[in-house]
């Protein structure tokens, strides 16, 4: 079978793309993401425990730990470092890294080491 110009060297199974509406492509890669999007484990009261430990720890006596964060697509972030305050309104912590510092909520921990 012989290909035209307009087929030749292309991926077949996106050649009815070219007909389509910009929304509709937009559309599409949406759910192609939403696919791939992982569901955050849900923690069980001992682990926040052990967690809450870990981070009072880490700011009282200014020893660097990692934490594990979750992220809906892909692999979870680590991020090392000192924790230096408490919010417990907004639920979230100060962690000092480097000679920087970053705001994480609570919610987005799933782990300390």
Avoid: C
């Amino acid at each position: 079978m012989k290909e035209n110009k307009l087929t030749e060297g292309s991926n077949m199974m996106w050649e009815a793309s070219r007909m389509m509406l910009p929304e509709h492509k937009e559309l599409m890669n949406h759910f192609q993401k939403e696919r791939h999007r992982k569901t955050k484990p849900e923690l069980a009261e001992e682990e926040i425990n052990v967690i809450s430990e870990q981070l009072s720890q880490s700011m009282m006596e200014q020893t660097e730990i990692t934490l594990e964060l979750f992220t809906d697509f892909g692999e979870n972030t680590l991020k090392t470092g000192i924790v230096t305050k408490f919010d417990t309104q907004l639920r979230q912590i100060k962690l000092k890294h480097e000679d920087d510092y970053e705001w994480i909520k609570f919610i987005d921990i799933v782990g300390v080491s």
